[in-house]
């Protein structure tokens, strides 16, 4: 079940693959089907440049099963460029560095893994561009 | 039998040849060899290099496979759709049994109208990867193929491979030369049974058999493979404008470097093993993209990789005009190098047994 799951958002989570409304041209991110704004049918795909900037974020310490590996991390809620929000973890960074309006860009990496003998679950997580990381 | 010669053995497609984009990985995390040698023997004695890249705990050879990957993209700004091969040199892909180079391809977008496979050939699955691709564009079989080399090396620790392992790699994608920021001339192989370096199949980490590292495994192969190529072309070291070797500390390819001819203003800018140490199947490659983003139009590249068991893969590069607009379209080598966060052995130890685990 789980494995099924998670080869069906492949899409989505490896590459930020979206929607388009082909009424007003809003940008969905999950693919819902349906535009937010004006409710018509929204069904071309749309692959995100992945740049956004963090909205708001929170630590967490005590991580749900399969992410105690990385625990403490911090989930940002980051605005993409093109309008949709969306929540994931940050990395590369330390947690006293992150702030609102930092701006960051999509990178896949491993969100989880079932045990030693499972599958590996990889992602996008969002981290500060490497050019402002060297700066 | 009729007398063999470094001609015969020369590499050659039919179709023109050369790389259309290329990029880097290199992770954030670094461990002076300093740190290391404290652990073990009090910081008395000599490092091998300063310090070694080490990969986060959400990095694996398939995340800093697509990263690569992605970068090579920016520079040749293909659709990915067009790439006909995705493949992964590497001797740490995270799964025994299931393709990397299937998420890689997946990741870029390459899938489903293409060939995918993983290679080993211990430091040399990269470069092995990029002859077949060679091979793959230069029959006219495909427009564009993309071998990757990158590893997360580990050391038993204690031992001495534990100071040089490291992670990081780069993609290279072949296509027609008309389109290359690099054109490659020719590529030589040069392999024998050696009994170097091996991993048996469930061990954590690596053997190595001590007499065996220098002189008849390193030296003999990347001599070997450079010479002949360099003849088989009529070309001498001064020929060149810049030469890479494979990385499996700082003193090796220096040592090959001067035995070979080669003055040390050829082989710094892709000489990058003692800032960021031996990235295995990513060594040679790496060093490639860190020239690529100085090279001028008309450079002359050699290109020697080894890889224990063992053999050396040679490529002889002319750098184009395109390099100019197709360099800064992605984040350079060097950038990823300096991009750089100091870590404790204690943090050290603590990311090798989390990855052990996961
Ligand atoms: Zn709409």
């Given at each position: 079940?789980?494995?099924?799951?998670?080869?069906?958002?492949q899409?989505?989570?490896?590459?930020?693959?979206?929607e388009?409304?082909?009424?007003?041209?809003?940008?969905?991110?999950?693919?819902?089907?349906v535009?937010?704004e004006?409710?018509?049918?929204?069904?071309?795909?749309f692959?995100?440049?992945?740049?956004?900037e963090?909205?708001?974020?929170?630590?967490?310490y005590?991580?749900?099963?399969?992410?105690?590996?990385t625990?403490?991390?911090?989930?940002?809620?980051?605005?993409?460029?093109?309008?949709?929000?969306?929540?994931?973890?940050?990395?590369?960074?330390d947690?006293?560095?992150?702030?609102?309006?930092m701006?960051?860009?999509?990178?896949?990496r491993k969100?989880?893994?079932?045990?030693?003998?499972?599958?590996?679950?990889?992602?996008?997580?969002?981290?500060p561009?490497?050019e402002?990381?060297v700066a | 039998?009729?007398?063999?010669?470094?001609?015969?053995?020369l590499?050659?497609?039919?179709?023109d040849?050369g790389?259309?984009?290329?990029?880097a990985?290199?992770?954030r995390?670094r461990i002076?060899?300093?740190?290391?040698?404290k652990m073990?023997?009090g910081?008395?004695?000599?490092?091998?290099?300063q310090?070694?890249?080490?990969?986060g705990?959400?990095?694996d050879v398939?995340?800093?496979?697509?990263?690569?990957?992605?970068?090579?993209?920016?520079r040749a700004?293909i659709?990915?759709?067009?790439?006909?091969?995705?493949?992964?040199?590497?001797e740490?892909?995270?799964?025994?049994?299931?393709p990397s180079?299937?998420?890689?391809a997946?990741?870029?977008?390459?899938?489903?109208?293409?060939?995918?496979?993983?290679w080993e050939?211990?430091?040399k699955?990269?470069?092995?990867?990029?002859?077949?691709?060679?091979?793959?564009?230069?029959?006219?079989?495909a427009?564009?193929?993309?071998?990757?080399?990158?590893?997360?090396a580990?050391?038993?620790?204690?031992?001495?491979?534990?100071?040089?392992?490291?992670?990081?790699?780069?993609?290279?994608?072949?296509g027609p030369?008309?389109?290359?920021?690099?054109?490659?001339?020719?590529?030589?192989?040069?392999?024998?049974?050696?009994?170097?370096f091996?991993?048996?199949?469930?061990a954590n980490?690596?053997?190595h058999?001590?007499?065996?590292?220098?002189?008849?495994a390193?030296?003999?192969?990347?001599?070997?493979?450079?010479?002949?190529?360099?003849e088989?072309l009529?070309?001498?070291s001064?020929?060149?404008?810049w030469?890479?070797?494979?990385?499996?500390?700082?003193?090796?390819p220096?040592r090959?470097?001067?035995?070979?001819?080669?003055?040390?203003?050829?082989?710094?800018?892709g000489?990058?093993?003692?800032?960021?140490g031996n990235?295995?199947?990513g060594?040679?490659?790496?060093g490639?993209?860190a020239i690529?983003d100085?090279?001028?139009?008309g450079?002359?590249?050699?290109?020697v990789s080894?890889?224990?068991g063992?053999?050396?893969?040679?490529f002889?590069?002319?750098?184009?005009?395109?390099?100019?607009?197709?360099?800064d379209?992605a984040?350079?080598?060097?950038?990823?190098i300096s991009?750089?966060?100091?870590?404790?052995?204690a943090?050290?130890?603590r990311?090798?047994?989390?990855?052990?685990?996961?």
């Amino acid at each position: 079940m789980e494995v099924s799951r998670n080869w069906r958002l492949q899409e989505q989570r490896y590459k930020l693959v979206g929607e388009t409304c082909d009424s007003c041209g809003v940008k969905l991110f999950p693919p819902r089907d349906v535009c937010l704004e004006c409710e018509a049918p929204a069904y071309e795909l749309f692959t995100f440049t992945g740049l956004g900037e963090v909205f708001s974020y929170t630590t967490i310490y005590d991580a749900p099963a399969g992410f105690e590996n990385t625990a403490p991390y911090t989930v940002a809620l980051v605005k993409l460029a093109e309008g949709p929000l969306v929540t994931a973890q940050l990395t590369d960074i330390d947690q006293e560095d992150v702030h609102i309006g930092m701006p960051v860009e999509m990178v896949t990496r491993k969100l989880r893994a079932d045990g030693p003998e499972g599958m590996i679950v990889y992602g996008y997580k969002f981290r500060p561009s490497v050019e402002t990381a060297v700066a | 039998m009729t007398e063999y010669t470094p001609k015969q053995g020369l590499m050659k497609p039919n179709l023109d040849v050369g790389i259309v984009g290329y990029g880097a990985y290199v992770p954030r995390y670094r461990i002076p060899a300093k740190e290391i040698s404290k652990m073990w023997t009090g910081g008395v004695g000599g490092v091998p290099i300063q310090e070694k890249a080490v990969n986060g705990l959400d990095e694996d050879v398939i995340t800093m496979s697509i990263e690569a990957a992605r970068n090579t993209l920016d520079r040749a700004r293909i659709d990915p759709r067009q790439i006909r091969a995705v493949w992964v040199g590497s001797e740490s892909h995270p799964y025994a049994v299931k393709p990397s180079s299937a998420t890689v391809a997946e990741a870029i977008g390459a899938v489903p109208n293409t060939q995918a496979a993983d290679w080993e050939f211990a430091c040399k699955a990269g470069t092995e990867a990029m002859q077949a691709a060679i091979a793959f564009v230069g029959s006219g079989m495909a427009q564009y193929a993309l071998s990757i080399g990158m590893d997360t090396a580990q050391g038993r620790p204690g031992d001495a491979l534990e100071y040089t392992a490291a992670a990081g790699g780069a993609a290279v994608l072949i296509g027609p030369a008309a389109e290359a920021v690099a054109v490659i001339n020719g590529s030589y192989s040069f392999v024998t049974d050696t009994p170097d370096f091996w991993r048996r199949a469930h061990a954590n980490y690596p053997s190595h058999g001590d007499r065996f590292t220098g002189e008849p495994a390193y030296f003999k192969h990347v001599m070997g493979a450079a010479e002949a190529l360099m003849e088989a072309l009529d070309r001498t070291s001064a020929d060149y404008d810049w030469a890479v070797f494979h990385q499996p500390n700082a003193k090796f390819p220096q040592r090959v470097a001067k035995q070979l001819g080669f003055k040390p203003e050829q082989i710094a800018p892709g000489l990058l093993s003692p800032r960021i140490g031996n990235t295995y199947s990513g060594s040679t490659m790496i060093g490639l993209t860190a020239i690529l983003d100085i090279a001028e139009p008309g450079d002359r590249i050699l290109m020697v990789s080894y890889g224990s068991g063992a053999g050396s893969d040679a490529f002889d590069l002319r750098v184009t005009d395109k390099i100019e607009e197709v360099r800064d379209r992605a984040t350079t080598t060097e950038t990823y190098i300096s991009r750089r966060t100091e870590i404790d052995y204690a943090t050290y130890s603590r990311f090798r047994d989390k990855l052990k685990m996961s």
